[in-house]
């Protein structure tokens, strides 16, 4: 009998610096375009990734809870997707 193992259920795709997360653990991200661009990850405690050069077509795993609210920070141009868990 076969599975099915996921860990994030939820995504958000942004273009531009975002707060719309408010909790909830972090799976990584996915980065569809960049041209220099940048992302940098954040929450009331501190930072969870300092600012990150980033390329297209590359998946960023990082596994961290966030809470009170998480800060994606877009330098440059950037289409990217967020997958997470609440």
Same mark, same amino acid.
């Given at each position: 009998? &076969?599975? *099915?193992? #996921? *860990? =994030?259920?939820?995504?958000?795709?942004?273009? @531009? &610096?975002?707060?719309?997360?408010? !909790? =909830? !653990?972090?799976?990584?991200?996915?980065?569809a375009s960049a041209d220099t661009g940048t992302l940098?990850? @954040? %929450? /009331? %405690? $501190?930072t969870i990734v300092n600012t990150m050069s980033v @390329? @297209?077509? +590359?998946? #960023?795993?990082? /596994?961290?809870?966030?809470?009170?609210?998480? +800060?994606? &920070?877009?330098? $440059?141009?950037?289409?990217? +997707?967020?997958?997470?868990? &609440?």
């Amino acid at each position: 009998m &076969t599975q *099915e193992v #996921y *860990e =994030g259920d939820k995504r958000l795709n942004f273009t @531009a &610096t975002n707060t719309t997360l408010k !909790s =909830g !653990s972090l799976l990584g991200v996915l980065v569809a375009s960049a041209d220099t661009g940048t992302l940098k990850f @954040a %929450d /009331p %405690d $501190g930072t969870i990734v300092n600012t990150m050069s980033v @390329a @297209a077509g +590359t998946f #960023y795993r990082i /596994p961290c809870r966030f809470k009170g609210g998480l +800060t994606i &920070t877009v330098g $440059g141009t950037v289409d990217a +997707t967020v997958f997470y868990k &609440t």
